[in-house]
């Protein structure tokens, strides 16, 4: 039987093009045609399209023209225009983490630390809002690649819900590592904030698919959130930090810890941690409390395979586990990464998508609720942690 083709164009040949590219090629319910990519810097694209055999396209244009599916690997301050001109052509759209939100007002003097957040909450949910509604007038479709979703343990927990019933009581979620590699990363301009959305946005939107899928089961109705507290801090910013090179202190004007609390509408609440102050690999995993099961997801490290070695000059060319400093002594590897973090599974299945018209689970409502949240907890932080409603934009997940 031949395989349905789908043409895949990556906008950005960096670090997240790279995990895309090698988990298309592991898609085996449709061909995936992987045509090119498309990034400002020429001599950078090459880089990444020339090893691969791929296209190097002029422009972010040319690339949508050619393809069915765009995947949004860029910067986050760019995801809202090149996810719009993708589905006013009607091409669907793959698009990283964090979704959208507010990246200042372009003038030289926009300061992260110091900008009013009522005003980052307004504009970051009227880029949510003008993303779905080009959604609506779209053939294409949104979907959103938090890659939690589609993590075996998440899809496990998913499962058990479904078929216990369950009423989940509290998460408790974390992501966390010793900070992001990529340059742009850690400017509120092209970031959109610090460890609050860069790395909350995983364990959030996880406990809010569960309550989601919580509420759908066992109602017909999603159980949505309805206010957060939040604390944010700036530990490698501040005067009296002792810089001894381990963890990245290049952060201009953002946060590099967060702590959120979000209450559902049911009552029940998650709270989850982010930061770029933890050792020893990243740190993902999201714990589940129900009224008649408890649940451990750990994405990252987990306990699949340990290896000692009594000297990392052993296993210079083996590879061990994300963000890892070290490989001397024992070390939790991940086997297959892709597989564990959900990378190759959110491939397949927005292959899916594309192809056959099955439903996206991590589709733009949970896009949207995510942002809200994050920009309501930013307001939260603002204000020393009091507590702030979610707005919600218009829309149900089904
Ligand atoms: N899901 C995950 O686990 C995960 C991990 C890392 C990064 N990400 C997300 O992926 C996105 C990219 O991050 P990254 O780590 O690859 O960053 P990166 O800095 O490694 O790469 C960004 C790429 O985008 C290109 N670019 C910049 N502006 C562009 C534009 N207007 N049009 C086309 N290309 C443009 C850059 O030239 C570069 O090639 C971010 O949204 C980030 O949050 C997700």
Redesign the pocket.
Known sequence: MTRKTIRCGI?????????HYEALLRVFSVKADITG?????RE??EQ?TGPRKLKAYDS?DDLIDDVDVVH????????E??VVAALEKNRHVI????FTGYFGDGSPSFNGDTFPREKGLREALASAGRMLEAEKRSRGRIMY????IYAPAIMKERDMLRKTGAQIIRMHGEESHSG??????GQWKF?GGGSMI?KG??PLSAALYFKQVEGLTRTGDPIRPVSITARTHAVTRMPGYIDQGHLRTSYTDVEDFALMHVVFADGTFADIFASELVLGGVHNRIEVNTNNHRTICNISPNNAMQAYTPDEKYFRDVYIVEKTETKQGWSSVSPDESWF?G?QHEMEAFCRAAAFGEPVESNSILAADTVAVIYAGYLSAEKKGAEVAVTLLPGRPA
């Open positions: 906008a950005g040949s960096g670090f997240a093009a790279r995990f990519s498309y990034s400002p810097t950078k694209l990444f972010i949004v690997c860029t910067p986050p301050s760019t995801h225009p090149i698009v990283e983490k964090p690649a938090e890659n939690w992001s590699h990529s340059p742009s990363y970031s860069g946005c995983h973090t990378y």
